[in-house]
């Protein structure tokens, strides 16, 4: 996984437009969920059971017809505790999770997620190459909607081990980080 000029093969199992993006399911020897801009390119390359090549190229990589040309560059990851396993460890051993402040507002929300635009620290332990603002994906659940769904600003943390990778709290309201995007005009 992300050695430049590398590619995998995966079927798409879902593509769902959030917010100017594409949020897309792959399914092959491991699940990866990425995201590409919603144009109408990126759907012909994105749809529901066809295959793809995931390559590793540029920052985050991008989504390839097998055969054809159209290509998507992509714009955001999700899977983050994959993502989470690709780089070396930078926290020592029994050290508490780190918690800076992040800066945001929520720009885009549906019945499962929200998006957020903003500053938010800590994600240079996925190795985050994005710009210093990003937007993140967080799961829209009666907590996130209590706390952190509703501010401009939260912790945030980060988890070297476990399931969970990256979260904003505020007290003890909690939202999952479920995915990073770099800023499109259209979420703006």
Same mark, same amino acid.
């Given at each position: 996984?992300?050695?430049?000029? $590398?590619? #995998? =093969?995966?079927?798409?199992?879902?593509?769902?437009?959030?917010?100017?993006?594409?949020?897309? $399911?792959?399914?092959?020897?491991?699940?990866?969920?990425?995201? @590409?801009?919603?144009?109408?390119?990126?759907?012909? @390359?994105?749809?529901?059971?066809?295959?793809?090549?995931?390559?590793?190229?540029?920052?985050?990589?991008?989504?390839?017809?097998?055969?054809?040309?159209?290509?998507?560059?992509?714009?955001?990851?999700?899977?983050? #505790?994959?993502?989470?396993?690709?780089?070396? =460890?930078?926290?020592? *051993?029994?050290?508490?999770?780190?918690?800076?402040?992040?800066?945001?507002?929520?720009?885009?929300?549906?019945? *499962?997620?929200?998006?957020?635009?903003?500053?938010?620290?800590? $994600?240079?332990?996925?190795?985050?190459?994005?710009?210093?603002?990003?937007?993140?994906?967080?799961?829209?659940?009666?907590?996130?909607?209590?706390?952190?769904?509703?501010?401009? $600003?939260?912790?945030?943390?980060?988890?070297?081990?476990?399931?969970?990778?990256?979260?904003?709290?505020?007290?003890?309201?909690?939202?999952?980080? =479920?995915?990073?995007?770099?800023?499109?005009?259209?979420?703006?």
């Amino acid at each position: 996984m992300r050695i430049r000029g $590398t590619s #995998t =093969e995966f079927t798409v199992e879902r593509a769902v437009a959030r917010g100017g993006y594409l949020d897309i $399911t792959l399914a092959g020897q491991s699940k990866l969920r990425t995201f @590409v801009p919603d144009s109408t390119e990126c759907r012909k @390359v994105a749809k529901p059971g066809s295959k793809i090549r995931y390559e590793w190229d540029g920052a985050l990589g991008s989504v390839n017809e097998p055969l054809g040309s159209r290509r998507c560059q992509a714009v955001g990851i999700g899977t983050l #505790t994959e993502w989470r396993l690709t780089r070396p =460890e930078d926290l020592p *051993d029994g050290r508490s999770p780190p918690r800076e402040l992040a800066r945001y507002r929520v720009v885009w929300r549906d019945k *499962d997620v929200l998006l957020a635009r903003g500053t938010f620290p800590l $994600t240079r332990h996925l190795g985050w190459v994005g710009s210093a603002e990003a937007l993140v994906m967080l799961k829209n659940t009666p907590s996130c909607m209590r706390g952190p769904g509703t501010l401009r $600003t939260a912790s945030i943390e980060y988890f070297a081990s476990g399931d969970r990778v990256l979260g904003l709290v505020v007290k003890d309201r909690w939202c999952d980080v =479920e995915a990073l995007l770099l800023p499109l005009a259209s979420a703006r």
